[in-house]
């Protein structure tokens, strides 16, 4: 064992979103979002949870921050609710929306963390769903007017920005396997929503440098490392289709103008709806890119698939409440494939934790040793990436506060500070102390 320090100016941060935390559903002019509409809709989530009071962050901002300060984050990644600028995804900003990010911004300044925020973490405006949603093309250039606006307001006081939250999860879950919003079940669907997004990463883009060029511009998306469950050529071969799929699929038309090449029987253009212009279109050569990995992947090959391939095998690691297993290894071949296959970008590692269930004892403790060996374990990862030269800047943990897991409901508990959904009592964990002592001494053992 070693001990590691982590290089000067290295941001520790935690993540979150609108939806999983703000509540305030109707507040202030918001408009309806899908996932407002996905919950209120019977059977869509465990118990019928809805994000409506949620963890109360809108009404309880200055708490939150105050909480961050006594962890000692210098960085905080949050999302801005769409439907709260626009309430109808168009037409003109709505104030007090605005007004409660470029609150949310300056009390971070003060206290001292860095605001990072990114722009849709899935709450798309229903009334643009109504309209078609991601299948729909004309979604690209109304979110770029929305991330225009957005970067305008915000943009003097914050350096980097992501455009979406992984783009493969949401429009896979909400399109394709409709367990998440929109709650759709169709491969064209899934396929039009994905190349509209790309697009509209790119539209974003150019908009975002248009009134701030020195903005710096990424994306969260969502990776896991994929290895082969059988030590056979096909399932390496089937390993390395998914990781075109499930990593890259949405960072290489940004980086490379095209698509990588994950399916057996060639990219599904027609599916997609790809027309002769469109891949310039979704180029963007983003400033920095955000990696959300929980786990790895292992994948076989499988004749029954448009890629050929499906997660298989069995778990090696023990499991997280969400099934999930811990493969702390994965943050670090995941970090060095990133670095050495895009020329060594800048990278955030912009999501990273583990669900438990753990809540206070009778001493009012939470004692959430399962999570500390979870975190110490990938971060110890990461620290390996950064010593073999990956230009790593950020890390954030998955998340400050237990929230709104989506279809989950409730029940799964991310936080590094567990909420009383009753009372909204805030009580730190044992990892957030932990997590604590890592950002004083800005390290720790290898
Ligand atoms: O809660 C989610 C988050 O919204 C996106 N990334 C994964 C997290 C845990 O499932």
Known sequence: MARFTFPDGFHWGVATSSHQIEGAWRADGKGESIWDRFSHTAGRTVGGANADVACDHYDRMQEDVDLMREIGLTSYRFSIAWPRIQPEGRGPVNGKGMDFYQRLVDTLLEAGIRPLPTLYHWDLPQALQDAGGWPERDLAGYFAEYAERCAAVLGDRVERIAIFNEPWIFTLLGHLLGTHAPGIRSFEAFARASHTVCMAQGDAFRAIKSVRPDLQIGTAF????????????????????YHRFANVFFLEPALLGRYPDAFVG????????????DMERCRAPLDWIGINLYSRTRVEHRDDTPIGAMPGGEAIGPLTDMGWEVWPDALHDMVMRIHRDYDGPSIEVTENGCAYDDAPDANGRVQDGRRVEYLEGYIAALARAVEEGAQVEGYHAWSLLDNFEWAEGYEKRFGLIYVDFVTQTRTLKDSARWYARVIREHGLEI
């Open 266 to 277: 060639g990219l599904p253009e027609e599916a997609m709806g790809i027309r002769p212009d």
């Open 222 to 241: 969502s990776m896991s490392a994929c290895e082969p469950a059988r030590d056979e050529q096909e399932d390496l071969e089937a390993a390395e289709r």
